[in-house]
């Protein structure tokens, strides 16, 4: 993205200068380099603070505390899973035996 605006900034600047002399094109296109490299200074100073790897500690952290957190509840529901699972499981087994029950005339129809 900082290639793109330095980028776009040296070619307004080259398309302003083309009628400017050479010594005034050379000067605009030294300034538009020396700005882009004290962007790029700036952006390295940042990327080195305290603040902004710190910063990077905390969302690293939050990431695995999250993560933990989303691991727990995928457990819990894939017990709470199980359970059901098991429930219908039973319920089915009950149903059918009620059924086999009233077809061999043991158990009367239920209403």
Not at 2 to 23: F, H, Y
Not at 63 to 92: M, P, Q
Request: with cysteine.
């Amino acid at each position: 993205m900082r290639k793109i605006a330095i980028s776009i900034a040296a070619l307004t600047l080259a398309a302003g200068l083309a009628g400017c002399s050479e010594r005034t094109q050379q000067s605009a296109a030294e300034d538009v380099n020396a700005a882009a490299s004290d962007v790029t200074i700036a952006a390295q100073d940042v990327a080195d603070s305290a603040e902004v790897k710190e910063l990077g500690a905390d969302i690293k952290a939050g990431a695995k505390d999250a993560a933990g957190e989303v691991k727990a509840a995928a457990s819990e529901a894939g017990d709470k899973l199980k359970a059901a699972g098991a429930e219908i499981k039973e319920g089915a087994k009950a149903t059918a035996e009620r059924a086999d029950a009233r077809l061999d005339g043991r158990a009367p129809e239920e209403k």
